[in-house]
């Protein structure tokens, strides 16, 4: 696989990793299908056995969000910013604090959008807590698996 077509990949996921984070756009399929396109064109063993991880990573994911409530994030005042905020803080937190950084992160993002946008430390806590009972759960849970298999991938990359 060439240079440009792994760069496409990597895009492919980058995108996807921001779909998680908008409603309505298939974050998860964008992941795996890149992944899948990698395997496909890599002749090497670690590209299957990475696709086989992120196909068992995502089924195992949805049913987690299944059991998860239903996400409400809009009506709980979830906003695009908040958004952003959060994925910042998981992406960042992945990478600073290998793998399970994410968590932190992705509630640190959100209770600073909300420390922002309200002012006071108890207000921004109490907001963190809707925004987490409100299906935020859910969104971590799925952001959480595609940075895992995002790793998975540039690891490969790196090392395989």
């Given at each position: 696989m060439g240079?440009w077509?792994?760069l496409?990949?990597?895009?492919?996921i980058?995108?996807?990793?921001?779909?998680?984070l908008?409603?309505?756009?298939?974050?998860?399929?964008l992941v795996w299908?890149?992944?899948?396109w990698w395997?496909l064109?890599?002749p090497?063993?670690?590209a299957?056995?990475?696709l086989?991880g992120a196909?068992?990573?995502l089924?195992l994911s949805?049913v987690?969000r299944?059991?998860?409530?239903?996400?409400?994030?809009?009506?709980?005042g979830?906003?695009?910013r908040?958004?952003?905020?959060?994925g910042?803080?998981?992406?960042?937190g992945f990478?600073l604090?290998?793998?399970?950084?994410?968590?932190?992160?992705?509630m640190?993002?959100i209770?600073?959008?909300?420390?922002?946008r309200?002012?006071?430390h108890?207000?921004?806590?109490a907001a963190?807590?809707?925004?987490m009972?409100?299906?935020?759960?859910?969104v971590?849970?799925?952001?959480?698996?595609c940075?895992?298999?995002?790793?998975?991938?540039?690891g490969a990359?790196?090392?395989?």
């Amino acid at each position: 696989m060439g240079v440009w077509e792994l760069l496409l990949v990597g895009l492919v996921i980058l995108l996807g990793l921001c779909g998680v984070l908008v409603p309505g756009v298939p974050g998860t399929w964008l992941v795996w299908a890149a992944v899948l396109w990698w395997a496909l064109e890599d002749p090497r063993p670690v590209a299957w056995f990475v696709l086989v991880g992120a196909t068992v990573a995502l089924f195992l994911s949805q049913v987690v969000r299944w059991a998860l409530p239903p996400r409400r994030l809009r009506a709980s005042g979830a906003t695009p910013r908040m958004a952003v905020y959060a994925g910042v803080g998981a992406f960042l937190g992945f990478f600073l604090l290998p793998v399970l950084g994410a968590i932190p992160g992705f509630m640190g993002g959100i209770y600073l959008s909300e420390r922002l946008r309200l002012g006071r430390h108890g207000e921004a806590r109490a907001a963190l807590r809707t925004a987490m009972r409100s299906g935020g759960w859910s969104v971590l849970a799925e952001l959480f698996t595609c940075l895992l298999i995002a790793g998975a991938w540039l690891g490969a990359q790196l090392w395989g």
